[in-house]
């Protein structure tokens, strides 16, 4: 087979940029495509163990945050204190995105600005790949490809067609010179997390700091809900409404993985194409990451083999790891994000000690917290009785 490369990877976002360079450092020729300029709306907060399975620098992190406030209906709220077992690193992907795509440059990868058009398959089983770029159309051939190119994949349409697509939520945030001073209202070292029906009536608003900058925003199914509004009440909550706006951008976020990564040819998914935002927290950075650099091992496994079923390890892995805690976030946002007196006891539930401590030993090191079944137990017990309307013991 005569190709241009050995994998073209479409999208050059967290996954994208992370399968680019894992794939270039195994010594294959590789071609990281990416649209100039594309900045996806992120609150750009990433868990310790983000930080340490892919190497990220300091210099990037904006912000060490070290709580949470969870802001409920009425206007309660809890803080929820992180403690000594680690931080949340804030990072701002308009530096975040290009510093991955030039370390996987760096590494040996490719880099090719333009807009994916389309896939052709070639009778040698190898693919073409189409891209618009700045001096016109241009073809590539590969042996395979990655779409690691968002939620709207052009390549997940492509190659599945345009009805194969995970549930989404739209998000909407504005970037914003945060204060220089902290306030009741606005504190650089913690996290907002607002459960109003008035703000999202089937998710969430944020206030996330990100040092000389912060991150105001929501997000919605809800045809018809104005994100932009609610955006403007969050800002003017956190004494933020006279704050200088740098940018606003606007996304879908996928809130599923999808059942199949692959095609069993040439092709598979990683980041937003393949749907691994997590349910409830809409967080995405950390399982982009991990699900680029599984489906470079898979292409990997794929490419020297010459066996194209390795390409589903990518996805069987990823669930395997991860497939239950999704599953669990995905039943807490169907019972508690359904209504303003559900998100009520959901922020109260969110003051009990165990609940606080299972919830961010889970979240930092990305895998659920087992040595403690008895506190798994109480948690269990204190969901059904806030469900319930009962009396706590």
Not at 354 to 379: C, F, G, I
């Amino acid at each position: 087979m005569t190709v241009d490369h050995d994998v073209i990877v479409v999208g050059g976002g967290p996954s994208g940029a992370t399968a680019a360079q894992a794939l270039a450092e195994a010594g294959r020729d590789v071609l990281l495509l990416d649209r100039d300029g594309r900045i996806k709306p992120c609150g750009g907060a990433i868990p310790t163990r983000c930080i340490a399975d892919f190497d990220i620098p300091q210099s990037l992190l904006k912000a060490k945050i070290g709580a949470a406030r969870i802001v409920g209906p009425s206007g309660v709220h809890v803080d929820m204190e992180i403690g000594d077992i680690g931080y949340v690193g804030m990072v701002d992907r308009d530096e975040f995105d290009p510093w991955l795509r030039d370390r996987a440059e760096r590494a040996g990868a490719q880099r090719l600005t333009g807009v994916f058009k389309g896939l052709d398959r070639n009778t040698d089983g190898t693919v073409a790949a189409r891209f618009a770029g700045p001096e016109g159309d241009v073809t590539k051939t590969a042996r395979l490809v990655i779409g690691a190119d968002g939620a709207n994949s052009a390549v997940r349409r492509a190659v599945f067609g345009p009805n194969k697509r995970p549930p989404y939520v739209f998000a909407y945030h504005e970037i914003i010179k945060a204060p220089e001073t902290n306030s009741e209202a606005y504190d650089s070292r913690r996290c907002d997390v607002i459960y109003q029906g008035e703000i999202s009536p089937d998710f969430y608003g944020w206030v996330f700091p990100h040092g000389s900058h912060a991150s105001v925003g929501c997000g919605s199914a809800v045809k018809g809900h104005s994100l932009r509004g609610a955006t403007e009440m969050l800002r003017k909550a956190a004494g933020l409404e006279d704050a200088e706006t740098v940018r606003e951008e606007g996304a879908p976020l996928p809130l599923k993985p999808m059942r199949r990564w692959d095609d069993s040819r040439n092709v598979v998914l990683a980041g937003d194409a393949a749907g691994v935002v997590a349910p409830s927290s809409g967080e995405g950075i950390y399982y982009a990451m991990l699900s680029g650099q599984l489906c470079a091992e898979a292409a990997e496994a794929c490419l020297a083999t010459g066996t194209a079923r390795h390409l589903r390890t990518a996805r069987r892995r990823f669930m395997r790891e991860h497939g239950r805690v999704f599953m669990i976030l995905g039943w807490l946002q169907a019972i508690w994000y359904r209504s303003d007196k559900r998100r009520e006891q959901f922020v109260k539930m969110c003051a009990d000690a165990d609940v606080q401590r299972l919830t961010w030993e889970s979240y930092l090191n990305k895998r659920l917290v087992r040595r403690e079944p008895m506190a798994h137990m109480r948690v269990l017990v204190k969901d059904v009785q806030q469900l319930l309307g009962l009396p706590a013991r």
